[in-house]
């Protein structure tokens, strides 16, 4: 029998992304060979999600599948902390289940199921660095390096909190080693992640300004996308924040989710900070920086979410007009104390309520789309769209399609000739 291969399976955030790579790049080491399709592969891992109930009754089916299919599985990420019980009764036969941060453990494993071993479970954290295992995707211009994982939050939806734990940073020396390396190899749009980005280094005293700067000063043709902050943690040192996050270095993306624009149900969600907190950092970040596009997380819906409540979400965002709204419909996650409620909103309500918000929502960005008409600069060409013709970024980190096949990885100048909902159009300018 040849080496081992194995088949991954990705879900969830860019965080569990960044961990498949850092999987990867672990059993390459091992000599264990990654395979593109599940029918070559000896060994299917499912690095998996729990954030969701709908996403984790799709891994639950998927599960049920490869059961059937009577297939070797290890089941690795967020869900097995989550919903353990059900994880295990969708796939009796399981190779093997581990937590999310085992990824030196699953090496081992995999050697452990490859001599015959079935049933494994090991949920205990490993003691090293996953991030010696870093390396970025093969045949992609884009990486995704963790600079912190877990939070300092206890929001009462939350399950994550569960899986993830506690904040947990890696040193800016070993990160500015591996951003290095990626600049290197020629990724040229490096998103940096976390839970929370913002409470990147507070066990450990170094801050996410000092690490910006240091990652700021690297030499290269890159980008970096700033992953997700909470607006409490950057607004005690937001112009320190906000004069790096300027440098034509970093994508001008700011992803600060609000969640509720009630006071009440924020607090009552433990988020720690008030809508007036979100709106400062909102209204600091379009005064430093006009055209930075700012995406933001809502939650419709939430126990006790009144129609009062739900207006001032509207009316927060139609103040704000955020371009990019993730809007989720509360839904119980196990274990969690909203999951305990007694005033839950019924399910028509909440549906009702996420069509309104994204009604206003389309509203807001192709209104603000429609601005960009005309506009001529440099993108980063990203890759092939889903849709057809090419993905670019420019540095407000918009989509702009080019129907024109290029370069991964170039930058060309282009001008914007329509706009759309969900991107820019545009044609390269000769
Ligand atoms: S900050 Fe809150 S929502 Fe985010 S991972 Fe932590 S507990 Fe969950």
């Given at each position: 029998?040849g ?7 990705t ?5 569990n992304?960044a961990?498949?790579?850092m ?6 080491d091992r ?9 070559e592969?000896h ?7 729990g ?10 089916h ?8 009577a ?6 990420g967020c869900?097995p902390?989550?919903?353990l019980?059900?994880?295990q ?5 399981y190779?093997?289940i ?7 453990t699953?090496?081992?494993?995999v ?21 010696q295992f ?12 963790p600079?912190?994982e ?9 399950a994550?909190?569960?899986a993830?734990g ?7 020396k070993?990160?500015h ?13 490096i ?5 929370d ?10 801050t ?10 690297i030499?290269?043709?890159h ?5 997700m902050?909470?607006p409490h ?5 937001i ?18 989710p609000l969640?509720s ?7 009552d969600?433990?988020r720690?900070?008030?809508v ?8 600091s970040?379009?005064?430093?920086i ?6 933001t ?25 955020p371009?990019?709204?993730n809007?989720s ?5 196990p ?14 309500v ?5 069509r309104?918000?994204s ?10 789309n429609?601005?960009?008409l005309?506009?001529t600069?440099?993108?980063?060409v990203v890759?092939?769209?889903?849709k057809g013709?090419?993905l670019?970024?420019?540095t ?11 370069t ?8 914007i000739?329509?706009t759309?909902?969900t ?7 000769p």
């Amino acid at each position: 029998m040849g080496a081992t291969s194995y088949y991954l399976e990705t879900y969830g955030c860019a965080l569990n992304t960044a961990d498949s790579d850092m999987i990867a790049g672990h059993l390459s080491d091992r000599g264990v060979k990654r395979v593109l399709s599940p029918d070559e592969a000896h060994v299917i891992i499912l690095n998996t999600c729990g954030v969701k109930e709908p996403t984790e009754d799709r891994i639950i089916h998927r599960l049920e599948e490869l059961s059937k299919m009577a297939r070797l599985v290890i089941v690795a990420g967020c869900l097995p902390i989550i919903s353990l019980r059900r994880v295990q009764r969708a796939i009796p036969n399981y190779a093997a289940i581990l937590g999310p941060q085992s990824i030196e453990t699953l090496g081992l494993i995999v050697d452990r199921v490859m001599k015959g071993e079935r049933g494994l479970l090991h949920l205990e954290p490993d003691t090293g660095s996953k991030l010696q295992f870093f390396k970025g995707p093969p045949g992609s211009v884009v990486c995704t390096v963790p600079l912190c994982e877990g939070c300092l939050g206890s929001c009462t939806y939350c399950a994550v909190k569960f899986a993830r734990g506690n904040v947990k940073s890696y040193s800016i020396k070993s990160l500015h080693d591996v951003v290095c390396r990626c600049v290197h190899q020629g990724y040229r749009e490096i998103r940096l992640t976390g839970q929370d980005t913002g409470v990147y280094g507070h066990e450990t005293g170094e801050t996410l300004v000092e690490l910006l700067q240091v990652l700021e000063a690297i030499k290269g043709a890159h980008m970096f996308r700033l992953g997700m902050f909470n607006p409490h943690h950057i607004l005690a040192s937001i112009d320190e924040f906000l004069q790096v996050m300027s440098s034509p270095r970093f994508f001008k993306f700011f992803h600060i989710p609000l969640q509720s624009g009630s006071n009440s149900i924020l607090g009552d969600m433990e988020r720690r900070y008030s809508v007036e907190d979100w709106q400062s950092a909102v209204r600091s970040i379009q005064r430093k920086i006009p055209l930075a596009t700012i995406a933001t997380d809502i939650i419709v819906g939430f126990p006790g979410e009144t129609d009062e409540d739900f207006n001032k979400t509207l009316e927060v965002i139609s103040n704000l007009k955020p371009p990019i709204v993730n809007i989720s419909k509360y839904g119980d996650r196990p274990g969690t104390v909203a999951s305990r409620a007694k005033n839950k909103v019924n399910t028509s309500v909440k549906k009702d309520r996420s069509r309104q918000l994204s009604a206003l929502v389309t509203e807001v960005i192709t209104e603000q789309n429609a601005t960009w008409l005309g506009w001529t600069g440099p993108v980063l060409v990203v890759g092939a769209a889903s849709k057809g013709g090419t993905l670019c970024r420019n540095t407000s980190y918009k989509a702009v399609i080019i129907q024109k096949q290029l370069t991964p990885g170039s930058t060309v100048d282009v001008e914007i000739t329509m706009t759309h909902r969900t991107h820019l159009a545009a044609t390269v300018i000769p």
